[in-house]
Structure formats: C-alpha cells, structure tokens
C-alpha cells in the first residue's frame, strides 16, 4: 500500500479511502465488519463517513453507518490508533437535522459530540464541512447560468464561515478532533478559510472532499492547482460516477439490488445520453487493455497529479477487491492516450 501525506497535517493516509456510506442500508453490520476488516489486511488506514449516512440520507437511516463503525471500534479498540477516521457536518437542507439549519460554529461542536458518541471514540482525525450554506456548484449544478454568484453575499458569508472556523478551533483545543476539511467546495472556499485562518490565528483546512471522475472532472486543473500549492489533499468522491463507469448501467439496466434502484435524493443526474455513450467507450478501452472498467477508472483516478487519496465504496467484497487492485494498476502511456481521446470528445457528460 502506498501512502500520502494529509495536506499540511502530519497524518499518512493510505492512497486508498474506505467509504462507507451503503452501511446501514444496502450493507449491514456484518457487511461492513468484513470490509473494514480486509481493507485493514490490505494496509488501508483511512475511513470516511458522515453524519448524514447512510444513503440516500433519511431520518430512519441518520447516524447508522457512524455507529456501525462505532460497534467494530468498541470491539478492536486497540486498532483504533492505527487508523485515520474522517466524518463530516451535515450542511444545510435536510429537516431531520438541526432543522435544516446552516452550520454554524456551535452546531459544529453539537454534530461532533454527537459523532463522538455513535463513532465510540475520543476524537476524529478530521472533521470536514459536508457541503457549504451557500450554493456550490456541485450535484451537476456545474454547468454556466445554473447558479448566480453575484447575488450571493459575500461579506455575510464570510462572517459565517469565521464562526464555523472558531467552532472548528473550539473542537481541536478540546482534543475532540485533530484536524478539519471542506468538502464539496470550491477554489473561493478554500482561499477565504484560509485568508481567516491566517488572519485570526485559526486551523487550516487540511483537505477537501469533491466528486471528480472520468465522468465529472471539473475540478481538473483549477482547483486541483490550488490545493498541491496550498497544501491541501485533494480526495476523490465517486470516482466510479456513482458506479455508472463500472459498465453496469448501460442503456437503462437497473441491476438488482443495485444503487441505483433506490430511490435518489438528487435524482439520477449523472444518467445523461453523453454519459452512457462516454461509459460505452471506457468500457471498451479497458477491454482492450485487459482491464475491467473500474479498474480503469479508478486507477486514472489515482495517476492524477495532486490526487492525495481516493475514496471508494463497495456493497460486496468482489466488488472491494476488484476496486483495490485498481490501485496496483499503472495505466499505460497507450492506455492513457486511449482514455485521452474518450475524454476529449466528453468532457462533460453530464
């Protein structure tokens, strides 16, 4: 297993990040003891969970996958430094948490007592912001004219973001959490918290969170340019594009059992007539090359310069075992040149 340094902490995380959040509704406990558990035997360090899961997010499914970690940790405790363990803030929007209000700096410290508690730990490694109180343009709001940034309030904004950043540091000086992250964010939001840091001597974020695959790059090269220069880890969500490059997906198949037979939160949004045509010739290259699509997939993922870790989730342990040796893949520059043409032609798919 390779090894990253977290951003500016001194934290290593191995290159793959364990998600979790299927756990609690398509996988049980049982499931979930046997991921984490083989994900350790194969030298993975870095769990990522959330308040808000399991999904899709609902109030009977709130809180379940960080109490399922929370039940393996009381039972190997003595593992429990060995790992890196990150969960988030639910942002603004679901009703069945705080009332759909916006973070803030003393909902931060309520949130992360309260995942404290279901994790069964006495601190987190780091605690990130799930999704910003403003709009960001993600959920394939990426697109020019979908959101106005000039009618957003900036200077409110960024009073707001100050108090959760004082919030954040209230945490840190508890012992409560070690370091903190964004996720879904953008280049502004990351600069701003750290103008603020800077300013009044406050913690840094360490890392972000955003989707990005061969499906949704957006993030590839601005904000990707600005975390290797800022000393910000850059992590990978859905680099699998909601398991739409593994193949499985194509042309309208719903298997089984499958993500995408439950209902979504955001709708299917990634299930474009570009995506299926682009996912059709991944799915091609990575025959040609002896590969299957998700190795593909996940192995550009993490060729990609400034990618720290990536995070990735499975429902089945074939799955998780396919998906980590991805990892061990080093992709050919014939390889590469043939993703390369794919991606030229579908950019943006969605």
């Avoid at 109180?133 to 959101?147: E, L, M, V, W």
């Avoid at 299926?276 to 699509?293: D, M, S, W």
């Avoid at 990735?312 to 990892?327: C, H, P, Y």
């Amino acid at each position: 297993m390779q090894f990253s340094r977290l951003g500016s902490s001194k934290l290593d995380v191995s290159r793959i990040c364990l998600g979790s959040m299927t756990w609690g509704l398509q996988n049980n406990q049982h499931d979930a003891d046997e991921q984490i558990n083989y994900a350790i035997s194969k030298g993975i360090n870095f769990i990522d969970t959330a308040e808000m899961y399991a999904v899709p997010p609902s109030k009977d499914t709130y809180g379940k996958t960080e109490a399922i970690i929370g039940d393996w940790l009381s039972r190997h405790s003595e593992k429990r430094e060995q790992l890196i363990i990150a969960s988030k803030i639910a942002g603004p929007g679901l009703s069945w948490v705080r009332n759909g209000t916006p973070i803030s700096g003393q909902s931060v410290i309520e949130a992360v007592d309260g995942s404290l508690t279901r994790l069964k730990t006495d601190y987190i490694d780091v605690y990130q912001l799930h999704w910003p109180n403003r709009t960001s343009p993600h959920f394939a709001k990426h697109q020019p004219g979908q959101i106005n940034f000039s009618h957003v309030n900036a200077e409110q904004e960024t009073a707001d973001m100050l108090d959760i950043l004082q919030g954040l540091n209230e945490c840190i000086k508890a012992g409560k959490i070690r370091h903190w992250g964004l996720s879904d964010d953008t280049t502004w939001g990351i600069n701003t918290y750290l103008k603020l840091a800077t300013l009044h001597n406050l913690p840094k974020p360490v890392s972000i969170q955003n989707e990005f695959s061969l499906l949704h790059a957006k993030d590839w090269p601005y904000l990707i340019e600005n975390c290797v220069h800022e000393d910000i880890a850059y992590l990978p969500w859905s680099p699998l594009a909601a398991g739409f490059l593994t193949g499985k997906y194509l042309d309208g198949a719903r298997p089984e059992g499958s993500r995408w037979t439950i209902t979504q939160r955001q709708g299917l949004f990634r299930d474009t007539q570009y995506s299926n045509e682009a996912t059709k010739r991944y799915v091609n290259v990575a025959k040609q090359h002896g590969l299957t699509p998700a190795q593909l997939a996940l192995a550009w993922c993490n060729q990609v310069d400034g990618v720290t870790s990536t995070i990735i989730g499975a429902t089945t342990m074939s799955q998780l075992k396919e998906n980590l040796t991805a990892f061990d893949t080093a992709l050919s520059t014939q390889v590469l040149a043939d993703i390369s043409e794919v991606f030229k032609q579908y950019p943006a798919p969605f």
